[in-house]
C-alpha cells in the first residue's frame, strides 16, 4: 500500500515562496508517476503538475507555468514542488498523488492535502 504525506504548507505574502513536499512510503516509489493538485473552495480540483517515475518528463499547468518547479529524489521517496510569485490565486489545498501517467485522470493514490494560502 502506498501512503503519502504532504508538509510545507502555510500563510505567505503575494510575492512570496513556499515549498511543499510529500513523502511516500513503499519501496515503489520510482514506479510511479506523481502529481501535484490543488482543489480552491468551490472549484473543482487542477492538477498543477506533474513528473514522471524518472524525472525526465514534467507537465505545467498554464495558471503556473513559469513560477512552480516539481522535483523528485528518488532515494528519498519523496517529490517536491517548489512555489515562487505566488497570488493570491494559488490558494487552495495542495494534494500530492501518484500514479502511472501525466494526465489528470492518471492518479491511484493521494495524500491528506496541505493548506496553501496567500494574502494579498
Known amino acids: 500500500q502506498v501512503q503519502l504525506v504532504e508538509s510545507g504548507g502555510g500563510l505567505v505574502q503575494a510575492g512570496g515562496s513556499l515549498r511543499l513536499s510529500c513523502a511516500v512510503s513503499g519501496r515503489t516509489f520510482r514506479s510511479y508517476a506523481m502529481g501535484w493538485f490543488r482543489q480552491a473552495p468551490g472549484k473543482e480540483r487542477e492538477l498543477v503538475s506533474a513528473?514522471?517515475?524518472?524525472?525526465?518528463?514534467?507537465y505545467y499547468g498554464t495558471s503556473v507555468k513559469g513560477r512552480f518547479t516539481i522535483s523528485r529524489d528518488n532515494a528519498k521517496n519523496t517529490v517536491y514542488l517548489q512555489m515562487n510569485s505566488l497570488k493570491p490565486e494559488d490558494t487552495a489545498v495542495y494534494y500530492c498523488?501518484?500514479?502511472?501517467?501525466?494526465?489528470?485522470?492518471?492518479?491511484?493514490?493521494w495524500g491528506q492535502g496541505t493548506q496553501v494560502t496567500v494574502s494579498s
Open positions: 498523488a501518484a500514479g502511472y501517467g501525466l494526465g489528470a485522470d492518471d492518479y491511484d493514490y
Open positions: 513528473i514522471s517515475w524518472s524525472g525526465g518528463n514534467e
